[in-house]
């Protein structure tokens, strides 16, 4: 199992805005995070045709990796 604690499950951190060129910004908890284009992109779009919130909220960890190591400074 993926998800584990049921963080993408139940608080769904991860957000998305598509803007104009073919980009799209990934949110985390309402801070861009990641811009991605290209497959990727394509990919996360099929997702949300099929309007399955789980599995765009997985897709969306995978892409941005490992980024968060609960060290960061609160700000």
């Known amino acids: 199992m993926e998800d584990k604690r ?7 951190p991860f957000s ?6 073919e980009k799209a910004f990934i949110l985390w908890k ?5 811009t991605i284009s290209g497959k990727d992109l394509f990919k996360m779009e099929k997702l949300i045709e099929g309007n399955i919130d789980f ?11 490992n980024f968060k190591h609960g060290n960061e400074k609160l700000f």
């Open 55 to 65: 599995e765009i909220q997985l897709f969306l960890a995978k892409i941005t990796g």
């Open 30 to 34: 309402g801070k861009n995070i990641k």
């Open 16 to 21: 998305w805005k598509i803007v104009k060129g």
């Open 6 to 12: 049921q963080i993408l499950r139940e608080e769904r």
